[in-house]
């Protein structure tokens, strides 16, 4: 009798250190959310060092205080492995994460097919991106595939060059010789949906260019080799 009251009694105080933890979460989500004024606050949740809280905004993380006076955006290493604890956070949240293929706005992008194109990869690129061009070069290697190229202009005179590239009478053509051959696109003015590009990227929390979307929805951010790219695409491929 006595163990069982015992154990009663330490559920209701582990119970309201609960409720407790949650009040503070949320009190402090409140006190976040105005700093970051239509963004979405994804997660938040106390760190085992120095009483700080994780903060999870798109891929970004960051630590706060409890009551939300200070915010330190930095890494947290572990002294002993000298290991990133929070580039280790940021790489977990970013593999998690996924995009329904179908979702993307597919209709505006610049399309590819190499040989039977049976494999699907979207990429929100900028013309202006230097890695993009990299990117462009490493396709280069992979066949079967259907690329869709996302027109993403967020660097300075971007917007543009995009335009220009969207406006042409075969935009394929003057997308690759920019991206290959840096042949500067000449057309007349027309409607673009680049707006609608941004605003989908944004959606979609795509911070950098490229960023790679494979058919199951996975991510990578930043350019990656032929290599990396067919496994990913394959793996994408089996799990369809």
Known sequence: MATRLRLF????????????ACADEEAL???????????????????????????????????????????FFGHVIDTKTRVSMTNERIQEIK???RVPFDSLPLQYAIKA????????????????????KQ??????????VTVYNLLYPVLRGSMELSAKI??????L???????????????KDCETPLETLVQSGRENKVSGTPTLIFADGSIVGGMIPAAAI????DSAAKSK
């Not at 067919?230 to 695409?233: A, M, P, S, T, V």
């Open 9 to 20: 009694i330490s559920l209701l105080i582990l119970g309201a250190f609960s409720t407790i």
């Open 29 to 71: 989500r409140k006190a976040i959310e105005p700093h970051f004024a239509g963004q979405k606050i994804d997660s938040i949740k106390k760190t085992p060092f120095m009483g700080l809280y994780e903060v999870v905004v798109g891929d970004e993380v960051f630590y706060t205080d409890d009551k939300a006076d200070y915010f």
């Open 95 to 97: 593999a998690a994460r």
């Open 113 to 132: 097919v190499k040989g039977d194109g049976s494999r699907k990869l979207a990429v929100y690129t900028d013309p202006n991106c230097p890695y993009c």
């Open 135 to 144: 990117l462009e070069k490493e396709l280069l290697n992979i066949n079967n």
């Open 166 to 171: 969207w406006c042409s009478s075969n935009q």
């Open 173 to 187: 053509k003057a997308w690759e010789d920019f991206m290959l051959k840096s042949v500067a696109p000449s057309s």
């Open 230 to 233: 067919e496994e990913k695409l």
